[in-house]
């Protein structure tokens, strides 16, 4: 089983919690797959679980064009903890979280992390206002059209409806996953906090 999540974090959900906002579906069909093997906290709207190192599956490869026409290639962040976010514009939770994770990538991207969207559904122009508008630094990989970053991520870990954020450790496999919006820093900044004090 994976851990439970730290008292810091219990204590985060619970002001999650109270404010109840919904990931983008009015269903969650996978929501009985997501807790297998893992110790979940949640709630209707935000599910959070850590999964052990030695019950992580395999290390996720992944690429794709960003919002700016450059090439992403998760070979070039092995070796960092790499905090991965899918989303899309029209998504209202993945609008109220942007700030925060723009926050978060502030203050750990000089500590070997890495930030990286993947948008689902929009277009770079459409992608790139959002960024410009939310405060957005760190680059989205364009999705909509080939589907294959989110079919990496789905053959490893259930991914639901927008948003859904996961952390991934220096091997590049899934040690944190959060479903729905990160409503604030401190949940998501102690997931990598996590990810990087475990040896490499």
């Known amino acids: 089983m994976s851990r439970p999540v730290r008292p810091l974090i219990a204590a985060a959900l619970a002001a999650v919690f109270a404010i109840g906002l919904s990931a983008c579906t009015a269903n969650d069909p996978a929501a009985d797959e997501f807790g297998k093997g893992d110790t979940v906290y949640s709630s209707n709207d935000v599910r959070v679980?850590?999964?052990?190192?030695?019950?992580r599956g395999a290390a996720i490869e992944f690429a794709g064009t960003t919002e700016d026409g450059k090439k992403?290639?998760?070979?070039?962040?092995?070796g960092d903890?790499?905090?991965v976010n899918f989303w899309y514009s029209s998504c209202g939770p993945c609008r109220l979280e942007a700030k925060d994770l723009e926050k978060v990538w502030q203050k750990h991207q000089a500590d070997g992390v890495e930030f990286v969207g993947i948008n689902i559904y929009d277009q770079a122009d459409t992608a790139k206002a959002f960024a410009d508008k939310y405060g957005i630094t760190y680059p989205s990989i364009m999705d909509a059209d080939s589907g294959q970053a989110k079919l990496a991520f789905a053959k490893v870990t259930p991914i639901q409806a927008p948003p859904v954020t996961l952390v991934l450790d220096r091997q590049g496999r899934v040690a944190a996953r959060i479903i729905g919006p990160i409503d604030g820093p401190s949940v998501l900044s102690t997931?990598?906090?996590?990810a990087l004090s475990e040896k490499a």
């Not at 679980?49 to 019950?55: C, D, F, L, N, R």
């Not at 992403?72 to 092995?78: G, I, L, P, V």
């Not at 997931?191 to 996590?194: C, K, R």
């Open 72 to 78: 992403f290639d998760s070979a070039d962040t092995r």
């Open 191 to 194: 997931l990598i906090q996590d």
């Open 81 to 83: 903890v790499t905090v």
């Open 49 to 55: 679980a850590e999964i052990k190192p030695t019950e």
